[in-house]
C-alpha cells in the first residue's frame, strides 16, 4: 500500500503496479522523458493513475514547463483524427463536435466554455461549426491572450480561479484536461455548475485499454475507463448521456448533463490490474522489439507522436527518422529527426511500426515493399476487456 491517497476518490487504497519503475516515458507533448515513475491502481474506485507524489508534481511541473504542444507539425497545427478507411483527417475537436452535435442545437445562440483552451484550436473548430455561438475559453497557463481574443466567437478569456466565471454555458468542453488534472472530481464539480440547467459537459480522454502508450505519458495522471470516468461524473453530479470509445478510436468520449450526485459501483479492481501488469508487460515488449531492429540502416520509426518517441527514446535515437502520414507534421523535425512522409522513405529502409496491432497491421501493409522489413508490434488484447 501507498501513503499517497487515491486523487480520484481520496481512498487510502492505492496498489503500485511494480513493473512502472523501469518504464520508458515520454510527456503528452511527445518528447522523451526519463524512466520510471509510480503507477498504481486504487482498491475502492478501481482508478488506474500515477500516484501523486511531491516528486510527481515537480516533474509534472518541468514537464509543463517546457511544453511544446503540436512540436513535430510544420505549422504548429492540432492533431488530426484519421477515418481508418478513408484516410481523411481533420482536427481531432472537430470529429468529436460532430459526432455529438445530437447533444445540442448548433443553429441557435448558446454559451460555449472550453475548458483548457490552449492556444485555441477547439475554439476554432466551434466556431466554424456553431458561427452563432458566444465562445469563452479558459487555461490556468494563458501564454497568448491576444491571439485567443482574436478568434471570431470568441466574446471571453479567462484565468484564474474556474469558479470565477459567470455560470449559465449551454455547452462546456474538456477536451484531453481532464487526464492532468490532480483532483478531477473537483474541476468536473466546478464545470457542472457552470452548466446551465439544459446544458451539457463534453469530455475527451485517452482510452489505455485500446492504447497501451498512454500509460507511458509521464503527466497524465488519470488512465480512466468507461466505467471509472462514469463512475467519477456521477459523484460530480454529471449523468452520462453519451459514452463512447468509437468517436475517436482509442479515445473516450462522455456527454454529461447535470445531475444529482450518485455514486456508482467501480468496475472490477482485479480485472484493472491484470490489465495494466499485461499492457507493462506488452510495452516491454515492445522495447525489446525495437530494440531488435536497432542494427538496421537506415531504419525508420512510424509516426512522430507518444507511441514513436517512445520507441526512439527506448533506442536511445539510434534510428534515422520518422515517418508520418500527417500532412502538418512532414518536413519538421522531431527529436533532432527529419519527419518523412510515407512516399519519401528510400526503398532499402527498415520501418519499425510502433502502433497498436489493430492500426499498426495496416500501416505495416501499406509501407511494405520488396527491398523492405517492417517491423510490428506484437499481439494486444485491444477492444477485449471495458
Ligand atoms: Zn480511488
Redesign the pocket.
Known amino acids: 500500500m501507498s501513503v499517497e491517497p ?1 486523487h ?4 487510502d ?1 492505492l496498489v503500485e503496479v511494480a513493473a512502472y519503475g523501469a518504464q520508458q516515458r515520454v510527456t503528452s507533448d511527445c518528447r522523451p522523458w526519463r524512466q520510471g515513475g509510480r503507477l498504481a491502481v ?1 482498491r ?2 478501481s ?1 488506474v493513475q500515477k500516484v501523486i507524489s511531491p516528486e510527481w508534481c515537480e516533474e509534472a511541473d518541468a514537464i509543463y514547463a517546457g511544453y511544446q504542444l503540436y512540436a513535430q507539425s510544420a505549422t504548429g497545427a492540432e492533431q488530426y483524427s484519421f477515418d481508418p478507411s478513408s484516410g481523411f483527417g481533420q482536427p481531432r475537436s472537430t470529429t468529436i463536435l460532430e459526432a455529438v452535435a445530437g447533444h445540442f442545437d448548433k443553429t441557435r445562440e448558446a454559451r460555449f466554455l472550453d475548458l483548457g483552451c490552449g492556444v485555441g484550436v477547439t475554439l476554432r473548430s466551434v466556431h466554424a461549426l456553431a458561427p452563432s455561438w458566444r465562445l469563452e475559453g479558459y487555461d490556468p497557463n494563458i501564454k497568448d491572450r491576444a491571439s485567443l481574443e482574436a478568434i471570431s466567437g470568441v466574446v471571453g478569456v479567462h484565468d484564474g480561479a474556474l469558479e470565477g466565471l459567470t455560470a449559465g454555458f449551454d455547452v462546456i468542453s474538456c477536451f484531453h484536461v481532464l487526464e492532468h488534472i490532480v483532483s478531477p472530481r473537483e474541476t468536473l464539480k466546478k464545470a457542472r455548475d457552470l452548466l446551465s440547467e439544459r446544458g451539457v459537459l463534453i469530455v475527451q480522454v485517452p482510452y489505455f485499454h485500446d492504447n497501451a502508450f498512454d500509460l507511458t505519458i509521464a503527466d497524465h495522471c488519470s488512465h480512466f475507463t468507461p466505467d471509472t470516468l462514469a463512475a467519477l461524473a456521477a459523484s460530480a453530479g454529471l449523468e452520462a448521456r453519451l459514452l463512447s470509445v468509437s468517436v475517436v478510436r482509442r479515445e473516450i468520449t462522455l456527454v454529461a448533463a447535470k445531475a444529482e450526485i450518485r455514486h456508482l459501483a467501480p468496475p472490477d479492481f482485479q480485472a484493472e490490474f491484470d490489465l495494466v501488469t499485461e499492457a507493462l508487460s506488452w510495452l516491454a515488449d515492445v522495447v525489446e522489439t525495437a530494440k531488435s531492429v536497432s542494427h538496421a540502416k537506415p531504419l525508420g520509426i512510424f509516426g512522430s507522436s507518444i507511441a514513436g518517441v517512445m520507441a526512439g527514446a527506448a533506442l536511445d535515437g539510434a534510428f534515422d527518422f520518422f515517418i508520418d502520414e500527417d500532412p502538418t507534421r512532414v518536413g519538421a523535425h522531431h527529436m533532432g529527426k527529419p519527419i518523412l512522409s510515407p512516399r519519401e522513405v528510400p526503398a532499402e529502409a527498415s520501418i519499425l511500426v510502433p502502433l497498436m496491432p489493430s492500426i499498426g497491421l495496416a500501416v505495416a501493409g501499406r509501407l511494405a515493399g520488396p527491398l523492405r522489413t517492417v517491423v510490428t508490434t506484437p499481439r494486444w488484447r485491444e477492444g477485449a476487456v471495458g
Not at 8 to 11: G, P, S
Open positions: 487515491c480520484v476518490c481520496a481512498a487504497a486504487c475502492a474506485c482508478t
